[in-house]
Nanobody, 123 residues
Framework: QVQLVETGGGLVQAGGSLRLSCAASARTFSAYAMGWFRQPPGKEREFVAAITRGGAIASYGDSVKGRFTISRDNAKNTVFLQMNSLQPEDTAVYYC????????????????WGQGTQVTVSS
């Protein structure tokens, strides 16, 4: 069983930055690949970034490549999403997710989800 809690969302102007954090309750956090997803208003949930259990490999959605960075600290049971050069189209509820084994870019492959944190980017 894994419980995830996201923090760090908020309102930011276009071009600004935010850092999201996701704290996990898992006893063996390093056993879980982690992902960040987002759901813009009126749209389906979409992939943002994912990272392997050890943190050596990361993948990004096309719309955030070069602007967002996912990282993790297994000693602190936390995964991060550094978001730079934010644009109004990045406005969404951002979710942290965990899955045992290898990481995935698919929403349906993740069994554990946080409650989400709102990110709003004004123009």
């Amino acid at each position: 069983q894994v419980q995830l809690v996201e923090t760090g969302g908020g309102l930011v102007q276009a071009g600004g930055s935010l850092r999201l954090s996701c704290a996990a309750s898992a006893r063996t956090f390093s056993a879980y690949a982690m992902g960040w997803f987002r759901q813009p208003p009126g749209k389906e949930r979409e992939f943002v970034a994912a990272i392997t259990r050890g943190g050596a490999i990361a993948s990004y959605g096309d719309s955030v490549k070069g602007r967002f960075t996912i990282s993790r600290d297994n000693a602190k049971n936390t995964v991060f999403l550094q978001m730079n050069s934010l644009q109004p189209e990045d406005t969404a509820v951002y979710y942290c997710a965990a899955r045992g084994g290898t990481y995935s870019l698919r929403v349906d492959d993740y069994g554990y989800w946080g409650q989400g944190t709102q990110v709003t980017v004004s123009s």
